[in-house]
């Protein structure tokens, strides 16, 4: 379980993220909300890239604030990024080992079989020797989510896995996340515009807006919460 | 574990490669190369060129492993270091001090050199881990000049007493030591030979292992390789005092080469920028960029001086003709950029 307690992050005058208090629970959680809500600066904060003007994050009885961006990842904080971060020039399977020997779980005696294991998870053991730099941006997708898996994470965050992915990848990219929690034994938190892939994925949903927390709990709940459709149809007169 | 779903094969497998390609992108080619290299150096250029070649074939042993550094740090790792320099400076001041105040052997005082290279380096790479880009370019070419200030007060010890080992009158002045098992040109050519392989070898081990996965995260994305788990600071650190140890065993091998009186030309700013356009002219990426940008600027070099035009006329073109290809190199990289950019 992630316990956000009173988050703010301002970046000068900007309001970020204002007093946001949520708690994950284990499984799949999604984070959804309108451009400029602060999920992704949610996920920096927790990445530690963002320092956070005040509140707590305790993770599995951890406090993420404590420690330093590369230690909450070799904890087991994971995440992939807008924009595909695979390492262009290493094959498939090193980029996947360079997170596996970088985290605290990671020996070197079970490398080879948690990469493959990780591979395997996504579908990629057919190309792990291929150089990430020949592969296409949908390959370089399940790569990324492989570097995520790999290894025994804790946490995984997702930020906007699907974007751009044709319809059969995304409904693939789907299964693959929703078998996490129980094949991983990670919490994972699934941020994306596509609210089909949120409603397959996620059992349990909070929406942002403008920074602030509008809604929690079981994701069908939340998609019909009045202030969730406001925020995202915008119809200010309904204004309570 | 099975996999969640079969995905259909997008993707063909790892093209099949023919004739020359086949051999080229065979995992033994660069190793096979490199030794096929090696065997050259050591037995084919001492047996086919004269005294006047071997000194440049010397040059270009010391001037190889130089480059490599500052092409691992560049290419590598993206940190742009004018101050490799420095570091090849320390390792020849230290081992030419030490063969003065000590019997150790030769290769013992050279390994001291760049170990004491090291420790520069680090210090250099300190501050430098705040910076990045033309920024850290400035403050390491500040710090090789401050360097060069330091040995223009310094000197190069030359059997001299005190702790500089400097001698003031001409008749005290003596010829740097060189190992005894190479005391000739042609066996220190090709004890620098053997040692520039083995910095080689040590920086690509280096490179093909955990290190070298981790510099590749590092300069495609600092945030990402953070979100990997990477102690960003400690792996720059890290790259830094590799470099400086290849550049400082590259100044203690130099030190045999001049019998008398070491200059610090060899060590100013000037020869700190010239350094990063030949290494950018060889390439950054591949450590036989190192080897490469080396030939230019010893062998090539004399060979145009030589044969083809007046002294001159090709040293100040040369300086140019490096100064035109850094120039293509940045344009074409800020182009690269750029592509990448829309891309994203």
Redesign the interface.
Known sequence: MIDVVELSVHFGGVVSLDQMTVQFPEGTCGLIGPNGAGKTTFFNVL???VRPRSGRITAMGVDLLAMP???R??WGL??T?Q?E?A????TVF?NV???Y???DTGGKSGRTAAVE?AL????????A??TVRT??A??RR?IEVA?AVVGKPKIIMLDEPAAGLPDAETA?LG??IR?IPE?VGATVILVDHDMSLVQACCDWTAVLDFGRLLASGPTAEVLRDRNVMRAYLGTEEVAS | ???????E???A??PTHHGIARVTKSQWFSPAAAVVMFLVALFFIPAFFDSFWIANFTQMAVFSIVAASAGLLYGRVGLVSLGQVASYGIGCWVTIRLSFGTPWPFPIIVIIGGLAAVLVGVLIGLPALRVSGLYLALVTLMLAAGMEIVLNNFKFANGGPGFKGVATSLSDIKPTRRPSFALTDVTYYRFLVVGAFVMFILASLLLSR?PG??W??IR??E??????????TRYKLLAFALAAFMAGVAGGLYAGTVPKGMSIDAFNRQSAIFLIAVVIMGGIYSLWGGLLGAFFATCLLKFLTQNVIGHQFWTRFALSLFGFGLLVNLIQSTRAAEKKGIQ?
Do not use: N
């Open positions: 990445s530690g890239f961006s590369f230690k990842a070799r994971r995440r990024f924009t971060q390492i262009e020039k290493l090193e080992a360079t997170v020997e970088h985290s294991e395997d998870f996504v579908g990629l053991t057919d190309q020797q291929q592969m296409g949908k390959e399940f570097r693939l299964r693959i078998s094949r | 574990m099975t996999a969640v779903a079969t995905r094969a997008t993707l497998a790892e955990k996965r981790a590749e995260s495609q994305s945030a990402a390789a953070l979100a990997a788990g990477i102690d960003v994203a």
